[in-house]
């Protein structure tokens, strides 16, 4: 028998470098015993004598395994049943030394078992990460307190660290993480009991945190379709790969503001400090659209602001990144995400801001100096008003214009803030 000891519930890079060896090795699944590392031996300063063979450091092929197979090892790999390591080293070696085809979906116990895991860890994945963002969404204090049914803390926490830009701390019974703006950080969980409880916190993709699943769920246009509300839609869109503009961006950006609001302001899509912050309208063009809407007698609270595109596309000059105008396709790719916030919000007035928003929305070619300062109905429950974005004010040279251009612009929002009076009175009598 060999004994092969992880780290952590979730020492993905552990096992898969004793899975190699083994199964390559040819090494019988029920000679193998998998065990975890106490919680209150992980944290301390010793060094960890992980694995179960001497040699450790020979270099082996990688496994050659179909994408149905790693997605269900990367879910399944998180749940809480004790008996998943071995549950998935037999599997994965009766695929390579028995030639078990999970391609027509057998009628197998052990398939069935590790999709049932699976499915019961991606299940929890969408529930922690739409209470994460509920919590912080609604003035949550810094730190929040769950407890996941299964290991879903580590892997989500570029989840969490993209949802919320800010300073934050997860704690629950097995892990605690925190994220203090520039690194994701580990520590025992509040049911840990340590002799030693450590000054710093461990730090991910370092040591013994490295390697461990990252919950991915590309989310799919019926996901969208269906969300059912605006937290769990904000949670799914973290991990849009509609696009190619996700791989430079540092975060998905998405709408915030009552579900029950009535005006709904469309931007064209983030820029750098939206991308950083996690947050639209938070840059120089968000304080020129804050400053209007007072002037307008619009309270910012009582609107949801967002943008045709919820990542941030750019062009690296020296250290800044220059905004680019997002194209077509990604446009067209997250339609699906603004027609879902329109869904779920029902605005009565919809504020396009900028030729992109309003291409989106109206879906044919659109002329500003056309459209705006105009009602355009939308769909038998919402109009639409065209007007600039606050963005086109700053880049005007012209002081004089600047300020023209500004009081015109506010006069939109006030058009809108009229419209809104006269139909919520409709709405009374």
Not at 93 to 104: A, K, M, Q, S, Y
Not at 167 to 176: D, F, H, L
Not at 288 to 316: C, M, S
Request: proline share 6%; hydrophobic share 40%.
């Amino acid at each position: 028998m060999t004994d092969i000891l992880l780290a952590h519930q979730v020492d993905m890079a552990t096992w898969r470098r004793e899975l190699r060896h083994h199964v390559f090795a040819g090494t019988a699944p029920d000679l193998l015993v998998w065990s975890v590392l106490p919680e209150s031996a992980l944290f301390q300063t010793h060094p960890i004598a992980l694995g179960g063979r001497a040699d450790t450091t020979a270099q082996e092929e990688p496994l050659r395994l179909s994408r149905r197979v790693v997605e269900l090892l990367l879910f399944a790999f998180q749940a809480s049943d004790p008996q998943r390591f071995s549950l998935l080293y037999r599997l994965i070696f009766r695929i390579v030394h028995e030639g078990l085809d999970i391609t027509p979906q057998p009628d197998d116990a052990d398939l069935m078992q590790v999709e049932a895991l699976a499915d019961a860890v991606k299940a929890e994945t969408l529930r922690f990460r739409t209470e994460f963002a509920a919590f912080f969404r609604n003035g949550g204090n810094g730190v929040w307190v769950d407890h996941p049914a299964h290991y879903v803390v580590e892997a989500n926490a570029t989840y969490c660290r993209a949802r919320v830009a800010e300073a934050w701390s997860v704690e629950t019974p097995y892990r605690r993480m925190q994220w203090n703006e520039r690194h994701i950080l580990f520590g025992p969980g509040t049911g840990t009991a340590t002799e030693h409880q450590p000054s710093l916190w461990q730090l991910d993709g370092q040591g013994v945190w490295s390697g461990y699943p990252n919950s991915v769920i590309p989310p799919s246009h019926q996901d969208v379709a269906e969300a059912p509300t605006l937290d769990v839609l904000g949670a799914e869109a973290m991990n849009c790969h509609a696009c190619t503009l996700w791989q430079p961006a540092n975060r998905t950006v998405f709408g915030e503001g009552p579900v029950s609001a009535r005006i709904m302001l469309v931007g064209e899509q983030p820029g750098d400090k939206e991308d950083l912050g996690g947050h639209p309208f938070v840059g120089p063009a968000g304080q020129v659209l804050d400053r209007a809407l007072q002037e307008a007698g619009i309270e910012r609270p009582d609107v949801y602001v967002t943008n045709a595109v919820k990542h941030f596309r750019f062009v690296w000059r020296g250290t800044r990144r220059l905004h680019q105008k997002p194209e077509q396709e990604n446009i067209d790719s997250c339609r699906m995400w603004l027609d879902a916030e329109r869904r779920l919000i029902k605005p009565v007035l919809i504020v396009m801001m900028g030729v992109t928003a309003a291409q989106s929305l109206l879906r044919r070619p659109v002329t500003i100096s056309r459209e705006r300062s105009r009602l355009i109905p939308l769909d038998r429950r919402s109009q639409g008003l065209v007007t600039v974005h606050p963005s086109y004010l700053l880049r005007l040279p012209n002081e004089e214009d600047k300020a023209r251009e500004y009081q015109r612009f506010v006069a939109d929002l006030q058009l809108a803030k009229r419209f809104m009076d006269e139909s919520a009175v409709s709405a009374e009598l």
